[in-house]
């Protein structure tokens, strides 16, 4: 029998991986904002917490695939990352800010790495058939 039991095969496992990571994006990026305004009241600090919402939510999607695949965190975050990245930049494409940065790339694909080795070496869930 073979040791990865999930049905779900890689693209479709990276690509639901990535959308819950912009989802969760988007929630982390609501609430810093309503924390930018309510409390400091200065929009000087948009970019770095944006910066760290993305790192949250890529973070989020590969720890969450690398938890439930097992194996090969580095390479299935690395996916992760890139792929959140492309859906993100179609998303500011069709809005009209789309600009390509090697930074942004890179923040993603560490972020999703980093998120994937730690799920593939996290605790096993229990199963209690």
Known sequence: MPKNKSCVHLPVSIILSALLGIVITAAVSALLSAFIYFVLKDTAFIRPFS???VGIGCYTAAYTNGHYKRHRGL??????????????SAFSAVFGTFSFSIKKLLLFTV???TGGVYGVNSKSPDYKY
């Open 111 to 113: 972020c999703g790495m």
């Open 75 to 88: 390479l299935r975050g690395m996916l992760c990352g890139i792929i959140m990245f492309c859906i993100l």
């Open 51 to 53: 910066a760290v919402s």
